[in-house]
Each structure stands twice: as C-alpha cells, then as structure tokens.
C-alpha cells in the first residue's frame, strides 16, 4: 500500500476524528524523505502499523456529585505503542475530550518519548469529565471510579499514566490512593506523585521549564539569548506557569497568560510577584485569570467572543510566543499577527497547539518554531526520571534532575537540528523530530517482527 493509500484507508476508517488526522498527517508529509531512503520501512508497513492503536479502552465511569444525583461520564486510555518500552503519557480532564483527541495525543506521544532517549512508549488516556466548579470530594470520587476501571489495564511496567489538562497534583494524588488500595501495593504507577510519596522534585515545573531550556538553545544556535526578550504566553496552568518562571529566571519578559474565558496583556511585564499571584488564583483558589487585571490595573483583559475568528492573545507586539493552552489555539491569521508584530521564535508548549496553516505561515516567515512533541518533552521526560527513581526506591535532589532536564533538552534540540540537516531540511525542527523519532521507534517495531 502507498503512503497516501495507507493516509485515505485512515481518513474513511476513522471518521469524525479531524485532531486524529490532523497529527497523523504531519508525521506523514514529513517523513517522507526516510521511506524513499530506506525501503525497509514501507516494507514492513511500518506507517500503517503505527497509525493503529495496539489498544483503545474506552469505560463507563458513574459517580455522585455533592447532591446525591448520578453522573455518567466516558473514560479512555489510548494504548498506542510500546514498542520500545511500557506506554508512558498523561490523562486528560476536560469535557472537550473524545477519542479523536486522545488518539491525536498518544500519536504525538509515541514520538516525544522516543525523542527523550528514554524508554517509553507512547499512550494517552481521560475523561470527557470537567473538573471546573467541582467540590474536592466531587473530584475525589470521580477519580476514585475512574481509576476502579484504569486499574485493570495499568501498572508500573505496563502503563504509566500521568496529568495534562485538567490533572495536577491533587488529581493524581486520588488515583495513586485508589490504585495502591485496590492492588495491594506501592509501585510508581503514576507519575506527578507528591515529593514524599514517590514524587520526583521538578516534575511539577518540568515541561514549562524544559519549553524555555529547549528555546534557550535554539537561541543560543543564532548567538542570541533571552535577555530582554517580550514573550507571549498563553495559558495559565502548570505548563504556563512554569515557563514564565524560567522566562523570567533568564532575562525574559513574559507579558501575557490566559484561560478559556479570556486573557490578559500586562505590557509592564509579569514580573515574579504577579507570577506568584497567578500561581495562587489558579493553584489554591482555582479562580480565573480576568482577576489578574483587578488586582493590577496596568494589565487589559479581554475575554473570548464567540465567533471569532482569531484569538487576540496572539495580536500584541512580542519577540517570542509560547502557546501553552489546548490544541489549535493558533491558526493562520494568528500567525500573520505574530510575524506582523515582530515574534522571531515560537516554541510550543501545548500539544499541537498550531494549525498546519500557522505552521506554514510562521515557517515561510523565518520565524523559529519548535514543534510540542520536541519542546514540551521535558514533563515526560522528568515523569521517566520519577520512574527510575521510583524502580531504584531513591530519591534525587532538584540540582541532580534540573540537571538531567537540561541535558535531555539540549539532546532533543540537537537532535531535531542534526536530523533535519541530514535529511535536507536545515534548521527545520519539525522536519528533526518528526525524523527522528519515527526512526527510533520504526527499527524497534522491525526488530521485534510483526507482532
Ligand atoms: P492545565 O490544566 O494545568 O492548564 C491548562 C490551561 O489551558 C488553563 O489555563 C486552561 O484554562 C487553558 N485551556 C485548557 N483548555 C482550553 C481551551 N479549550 N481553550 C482555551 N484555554 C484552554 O494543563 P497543562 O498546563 O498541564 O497543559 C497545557 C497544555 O500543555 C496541554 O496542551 C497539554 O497537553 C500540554 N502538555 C502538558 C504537559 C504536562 O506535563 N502537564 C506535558 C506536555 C504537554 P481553563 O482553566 O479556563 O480551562
Ligand atoms: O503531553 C505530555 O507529554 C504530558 N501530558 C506528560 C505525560 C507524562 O507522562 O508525564
């Protein structure tokens, strides 16, 4: 079968699954200079096989909110490949979720973890669930009957679940307990555990921090640093959070965060102390970032209308972007207005959160882009290294993994350069990473035969 007979078989088998798609493609228009090189590849169907989830589990979960009332929701886990080690990605909360996105997202995964170096394969799992306006024991039950169905197809050298949207600490802390209570046993079946508990120190900051270390070297690549540099953030959970910590830590600027009502634009600058109170509105009160521009009046928030056709986070003068929100949060009139307004660098922190319109927009304009599955690596990454302690039973201090975070960022920059350059797209970080782990994981499945 030819590549685009195996991309049509997809497109009319997996209908209404457009984020599917959409991530499937790029992998696909971009690997093609791998299959002409190496016939391998189309031999042992390798494309087809990695577009078919070796398992989806998709589970009914029932729970009763603070009213006594019955609540139905759908949960999922996307085994997608395990070809070279247990699935390892996160669980997402949000009523938005349907298979389309998780399959999108553990597609995305097998790639990311095989760029880490380290040895996961890749899976995604969660919960038409929204966590939004829910008590702590709403939540509490709800991942307590989530988990009494995950329990089933998980484990510690299985599959590694771990938090995105919607699931952070607390969150995770409610399946540890309902997992370790029903198999009987302590094992680091989750990662984004507390410190204490089998946590590891920095998987909290881990994929924000990772995001500015892997902009950082890009930077550095041109002879230039973040010293001064406005940046565009969006979002305001733990991947934004963490990123402006860093942003600021290095000189940065950061000038913007958001969430799904709306955003704000502090052109004075998101210095540490209104960082500090972004972490406390979202963190402690879970309240929303409209009261950032309350309690400093510099700042204009603007909230969402419907219908519109661009997302005016992205439409203020900036030298760098950092989407770290949702999918598609970025399209090609968004990117007109980041090149319009001067960005030179946009490193994505959410998964997929550009167009493949922007993409092309922000690439024929020079601008540097950093694909998510290269640039948001470090969270997983650090969640491996939360599993080799948890396997060892030891714990390392916050210099030793910040340490190891750092090279692994560096590794993933130079690899995704050295892979495009090799294949004839210098400088193409999308083109790098999409190669390079797609051969990684290729020879793991050609290796072990057709299984
Ligand atoms: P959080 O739940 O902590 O924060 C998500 C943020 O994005 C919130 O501000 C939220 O606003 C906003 N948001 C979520 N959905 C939408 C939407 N549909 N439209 C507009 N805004 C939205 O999640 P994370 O920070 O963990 O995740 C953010 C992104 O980073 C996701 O794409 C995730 O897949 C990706 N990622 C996360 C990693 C991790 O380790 N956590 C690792 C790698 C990638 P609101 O509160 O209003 O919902
Ligand atoms: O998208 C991602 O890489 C995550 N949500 C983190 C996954 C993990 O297993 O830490």
Known sequence: MSDSNALGQLLSRDVAEPEFHQAVEEVFNTVQPVLDKHEKYRKHKILERMIEAERIISFRVTWTDD????????????????????????????????????KFLAFEQIFKNALTGLPM???????????????????????????????????????????????????????????????????GVLTGKGYGWGGSLIRPEATGYGLIYFADNMLKNIGDSFEG?????????????????????LGGI???ASDSSGHIYDESGITAEKLAFIMELKNVKRGRIKEYADQYPEAVYTENADGQDS????????????????????????????????????????????????IDVIVDNGVLYSPGKASNA???????????????????????????????????????LHTAEEYGHRGNYMVGANIAGFIKVADAMIAQGVI
């Not at 949702?326 to 490193?347: H, P, W, Y």
């Not at 939360?386 to 916050?398: A, H």
């Open 67 to 102: 009213n006594g009332d019955v609540q139905v929701n759908r949960g999922y886990r996307v085994q997608m490949n395990s070809a070279i080690g247990p699935y390892k990605g996160g669980l997402r909360f949000h009523p938005s979720v349907t298979q389309s996105v998780l």
């Open 121 to 187: 394969g890749g899976g995604k799992g969660g919960s038409d669930f929204n966590p939004k306006g829910r008590s702590d024991m709403e939540v509490m039950r709800f991942c307590q009957n989530f988990m009494a169905e995950l329990s089933k197809h998980i484990g510690h050298r299985i599959d590694v679940p771990a938090g995105d949207i919607g699931v952070g600490g607390r969150e995770i802390g409610y399946m540890f307990g309902a997992y370790r209570k029903s198999q009987k046993e302590f094992t």
């Open 229 to 249: 540099k406005k940046c565009l953030v969006s979002g305001s959970g733990n991947v934004a959070q963490f990123a402006m910590q860093k942003i600021l830590e």
């Open 254 to 256: 950061p000038v913007s």
């Open 311 to 358: 997302n005016p986070i992205w439409d203020h003068p900036a030298d760098c972007a950092f989407p770290c929100a949702t999918q598609n949060e970025i399209n090609a009139t968004d990117a007109s207005n980041l090149v319009r307004n001067g960005v030179k660098l946009l490193g994505e922190g959410a998964n997929m959160p550009a167009t493949p319109e922007a």
């Open 378 to 416: 470090g969270g997983v990454a650090t969640s491996g290294l939360e599993m080799v302690q948890n396997y060892s039973g030891i714990n390392w201090s916050s210099a030793e993994v910040d340490q190891r975070l750092q090279e692994i960022m560096k590794n993933i920059h130079d690899t995704c």
